[in-house]
């Protein structure tokens, strides 16, 4: 990320998911405020997420935003849809490395 863009949305350099409170900070901050970003593959805060968000872009387009934990007890498995070169569905599940 450019220092001129984390300047303007206030952001630092490892910003993170926070879903713990219902505050806009880190992923979803970036998500709110720029336009064009499909998907956000986090994992800085090493947040365990059953299921994506998603955050609603300026433009009114969507963002899904997953992390899957830490320390490679689950990995993540995403599923573009594309239709006439435009992503038309995107799909996350979790897969637990401890049952394979």
């Given at each position: 990320?450019?220092?001129?863009?984390?300047?303007?949305i206030?952001a630092?350099?490892r910003?993170?998911?926070?879903?713990?409170?219902?505050?806009?900070?880190?992923?979803?901050l970036?998500?709110?405020?720029?336009?064009?970003?499909?998907?956000?593959?986090?994992?800085?805060?090493?947040?365990?997420?059953?299921?994506?968000?998603?955050?609603?872009?300026?433009?009114?387009?969507?963002?899904?935003?997953?992390?899957?934990?830490k320390?490679?007890?689950?990995?993540?498995?995403?599923?573009?849809?594309?239709?006439?070169?435009?992503?038309?569905?995107?799909?996350?599940?979790?897969?637990?490395?401890?049952?394979?």
């Amino acid at each position: 990320m450019s220092i001129h863009l984390r300047k303007q949305i206030g952001a630092r350099p490892r910003w993170g998911a926070r879903y713990n409170d219902d505050t806009q900070r880190g992923d979803r901050l970036v998500a709110s405020q720029i336009d064009g970003i499909d998907f956000i593959a986090s994992g800085h805060t090493h947040t365990f997420m059953k299921e994506p968000v998603t955050q609603t872009q300026p433009c009114g387009a969507k963002t899904t935003i997953f992390q899957v934990g830490k320390s490679g007890i689950y990995v993540g498995r995403v599923d573009f849809t594309f239709r006439n070169g435009k992503l038309a569905d995107t799909r996350v599940r979790l897969l637990d490395t401890r049952n394979a």
